[in-house]
């Protein structure tokens, strides 16, 4: 790396360790674009992480998370916290119309300067939170952040990576989902440490807390043994208040409750997961390059191409190749 590189990510790390909005910016641009610099600028700031309350909002498409992240944000803000929000969007950050209908919700936030709202692509990761996502929250964190927000589409059980990385989970639904309670039994039931069920105002929203309410009563009675927390299911508007203090409060209990109890080994299976994510990265990148460019490896993919081995034992020659040569 050159060392004007280094420089320039110290002075960014340096800008985020002051909470500085234009270098917290600038890093996140970082962790998203330049894999290159990445790990040197995590390296600076990673020590100063761990201390934000990372609540992750999830939901299918236009049940109110944005809406409500705005109106929760507007609380914390009044308790003198400081927010970061992270919207992780599944199409491009440029052609979605709910990132525009985002910006303009949470308009009423922007202009103050310790609440950080930024959209990311959620590319290239299987599980609805990529790498880039993961670095965000760390860098928001080490900025000094006490609250950090997530807000994730959860359009079914494959995207429930918001689980790995924060302590308190959302589930947001709405009266008129019709099927989409139906995935909640899917999978999606199990992450929520917190069901709300927002737009009190309009259509059947007890019939949905009911509906809810029976299928965590069923899905409890499969458990081995109960969970000590036993999610909550809360009714909110976001055009009458409704509910809304009450959430913020039970977000709050939640956390408390992970600080008394569990918080030690929800780091640690946090960092297990994330050390298994970047092993793995960096052993499929190097693979991808050995059998592309390096000729030995080539040749086994000829081999496969004819049919002379089969992929199993040709994927073991390259992976032997990779442990003798230790260049990842
Ligand atoms: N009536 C009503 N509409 C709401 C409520 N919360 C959100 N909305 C509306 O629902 C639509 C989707 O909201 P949005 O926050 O973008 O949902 P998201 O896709 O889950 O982030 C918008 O038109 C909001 O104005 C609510 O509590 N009551
Ligand atoms: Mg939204």
Redesign the pocket.
Known sequence: MAEGDIEFVERIAEGVLRGDVRSIARAISIVENEPRLAPLLISKIFPYTGRAHIVGVT??????????IAKLAKIWRKDGKKIGIIAVDPTSPFTGG?LL??RI?MQELTGDKDVYIRSMASRGSLDGLSRATRDAIKILDAAGKDIIIV?T?GAGQAEVGIVKVAHTVLV?L?PGLGDEIQFLKAGIMEIGDIFVV?????GDADRVVLEIENILEMASEFLPQKPAWAPLVIK????TNEGIEKLVRSIEEHYAYIRGTSEGEFVRDKIIEELVDIIGENVREYARHLITKDSMCNEILERVLKKDIDPYTAARKILAEMLKRREF
Not at 198 to 202: L, S, V, Y
Not at 236 to 239: E, K, L, P
Request: proline share 7%; aromatic share 0%; with cysteine.
């Open positions: 939901g299918p498409p236009g049940s109110g998370k944005s809406s409500l709910a209908g985002d919700r807000e589409v947001v709405c927002n737009k009190a105002d309009i909110t508007s976001v055009i």
